[in-house]
């Protein structure tokens, strides 16, 4: 017998449609059950690939007696987190504020107008460790409900009080270099001096993080053994590419298995970037097998990019990826003892042989995979087409561009304003996330390609962008629509492992302002940065990508045109080089053909003397050196 959300899209809710537990999606239909029958709703949100999401609903979700109190006395909602980014955030800051942490699964006690009350994350189904079992916790929260509702009532008024006033307001003070310097010194003074990365276990990626430190030459040496621990660990899949979303060590060697696509997407042009900056064949090596490995295993049909391939296999966690020592001997740092419940997670040895990873791989293949969550999310593919459209472009692989280009197109035409895709069936209104990953991803696949289509692409998002999420008082981005579905408007200053979609916009408007010299995109995204000005002062561990958008306003960008006929050998001085600050031109291209499109609008372009020789123009303020066409003063003047 299926619930309520038998007739979803999404993987997530789909594995919970025949539990026993009467899920109803998030949604009006909900909220009216709820206050029809005066009922709290129980608010469950977590994700496909979350390990400790299918311990929970093994234990108690599918578990008769369970589900039945959860079915008498609440009115039990499901959400995927990455469906509704937007809920997630509202409620994982209602759970922080209750608990002092967060995590998923995660468990929220509403009322029927979806105020949080009560909050934490897994509960077991037997009382272990000092947790209460979870049927105990929904009898006193239904008891609470019944004798000490206003109670209740009043902490939830608290807890919104709490999420209101956690985005700060922008300030007067200054925007000023010494908050970068300030910062990278902040950041730095967590890293380990020998394994890498930042903190103890367990250790993230942290790839906004590695980002704005690639912009400080203090940050080479922790940047550049952060870069290559991970690279050579058991975090980073050493047969088929990729990295897995944490290390639960302080070694990188044992990772919690799940892969996610912005994971994946970010670390990809972090390396790329790195590459550019450093030269190392490691990281160029890591970026291309980082994206193949999503070209292989991760590409929707219609051109897409899918969500994430699960931790589990066959019902056990990391299965898919472990190696006895015969299998693997000697390669691979592998032992007979192993590294992992007497199993081996494979860590990388320079002199691995190509035969021996090729053999394994196949091998591999022969296992059952982990579950995938198959579903195209606008905002996660906005993030894997700029790495594509980046990669392509430094590296020369024409491929990786014709993939940014393709999937770039499946958004743009298969989910037009839309978050999510799968099955056929395209739905919920895109949100900031998606208009800003999208505009910087199709502004890197205009650098890319010269077609004037993503330009125009980029331009279009982020007016809607401000058009629908821009705060015309305070300054800043919400996540959400002013008509949404949520009991309060946020807007995400703080980051996670995705970046800030306020700081991606406020960093975009700042290059589209130039290249267009407009004010109306470059004014929001300085204004924006105010907003972030007491985290990037207090917290820059949790506001990297702000602090790169900072970077880039307090910096003179580089304004570089290309005219005439396009030169690969000029083009190469600017995509080979670590550059970020900067904004590219050249006579705009027609997809599909070399034919030039429009320059209009294009104020790096106005003025530039066109000729049937290949040229190069580098400006600071619209104020230009001498044209070049040879590739060695070019570089030069780029220095």
């Known amino acids: 017998m299926a619930n309520q959300l038998i007739d979803e899209t999404s993987p997530y809710l789909l594995q919970h449609a025949h539990n026993p537990v009467d899920w109803h999606p998030w949604g009006e239909a909900a909220f009216a059950k709820a206050t029809a029958e005066d009922k709290p709703l129980l608010l469950s949100i977590g994700y496909a690939a979350c390990h400790w999401c299918h311990v929970m609903e093994r234990e108690s979700f599918e578990d008769e007696a369970i589900a039945s109190v959860m079915n008498e006395y609440f009115v039990p909602v499901k959400v995927d987190r990455e469906e509704r980014p937007d809920v997630d955030a509202v ?13 998923w699964p995660m468990t929220v006690f509403c009322t029927p107008g979806g105020m949080p009350f009560l909050a934490g994350t897994y509960f077991p189904p037997e009382e272990r460790q000092g947790m209460p079992s979870f049927r105990r916790v929904l009898e006193q929260v ?36 010494g908050l970068l310097a300030a910062a990278a010194s902040e950041i730095l003074s967590s890293h380990d001096a020998v394994n890498g990365g930042f903190g103890s276990a367990p250790k993230f990626p942290q790839a906004p993080v590695l980002e704005f430190l690639l912009r400080r030459a203090s940050a ?23 990295f897995a979303r944490y290390a639960v060590d302080a070694t990188w060697t044992v990772p919690h298995f799940e892969k996610m696509l912005y994971d994946n997407a970010q670390l990809a042009r972090v390396y790329t970037h790195a590459w550019q900056a ?32 699960d931790a589990d296999s066959e019902g056990e966690e990391g299965k898919f990826y472990l190696w006895d020592y015969n299998d693997v001997a000697p390669h691979y740092g592998v032992t007979p003892e192993g590294n992992f419940e007497g199993k081996n997670i494979l860590v990388a040895e320079e002199s691995v042989p190509d035969e021996t990873r090729a053999r394994l791989l196949a091998k591999r293949n022969e296992r059952v995979r982990p579950g995938k969550d198959d579903k195209v999310l606008a905002s996660w593919n906005g993030l894997a087409i700029a ?20 999937a770039a197109t499946f958004v743009r035409d298969t989910m037009p304003g839309l978050h999510a895709y799968r099955a056929g069936k395209a739905h919920i209104d895109a949100l900031l996330e998606d208009h800003a990953y999208m505009a910087d991803a199709a502004f890197a696949l205009w650098e890319a390609t010269f077609e004037r289509e993503w330009l125009d692409l980029a ?43 306020g700081a991606v916009l406020a960093l975009v408007l700042q290059r589209l302002g130039l290249l267009l010299d407009s004010e109306t995109f470059k004014k929001p995204g300085v204004d924006a940065l105010r907003l972030a000005h007491i985290y990037m002062d207090r917290a820059p561990h949790a ?47 027609r997809s599909g ?33 001498a044209p070049t066409s040879d590739p060695n003063e070019l570089s030069k003047q780029l220095a």
């Open 278 to 309: 450093y030269k190392d064949p490691l990281y160029k090596r890591i970026a291309i097998e980082t994206l193949e490995y999503l070209l292989r295993d991760m590409c929707d049909e219609g051109g897409g990019f899918h969500s994430s391939e």
């Open 91 to 103: 409620y994982m800051s209602a759970t922080q504020a209750l608990t002092g942490q967060g995590g």
């Open 459 to 501: 331009s279009a998002l982020a007016r809607n962008a401000i058009d629908l999420f821009a705060d015309t008082k305070d300054g800043g981005f919400f996540a959400g629509r002013a008509d949404g579905d949520l009991i309060v408007r946020q807007k995400e200053i703080v980051e996670s492992a995705t970046p800030s979609p």
């Open 593 to 625: 053909g070399d034919r030039p499109g429009e320059a209009d609008g294009i104020a790096l372009l106005q003025d530039k003397p066109s000729t049937d020789e290949a040229q190069a123009f580098v400006c600071e303020h619209f104020v230009c050196k």
């Open 387 to 406: 790495a594509f459209a980046e990669a392509g472009a430094a590296f020369g692989r024409n491929d990786f561009v014709i993939a940014a280009r393709e």
């Open 220 to 242: 080479r040496d922790a940047l550049e053994l952060t870069l290559r621990k991970m690279a050579l660990g058991g975090i980073y899949d050493q047969l088929g590419g990729g």
């Open 543 to 589: 506001v990297p990508t702000w602090l790169c958008a900072l970077d880039f306003y307090l910096s003179t960008p580089k304004e570089i045109a290309f005219t005439g006929p396009l030169d690969k050998s000029l083009l190469a001085v600017v995509r080979e080089r670590f550059l970020p600050n900067k904004v590219v031109a050249a006579t705009p291209q």
């Open 142 to 177: 239904s008891e609470l409900w019944r004798t000490r509702r206003s109670d209740l009532l009043a902490q939830g008024q608290r807890v919104l009080q709490a999420i209101e006033q956690g985005t700060p307001k922008p300030t007067n003070e200054p925007l000023q270099s």
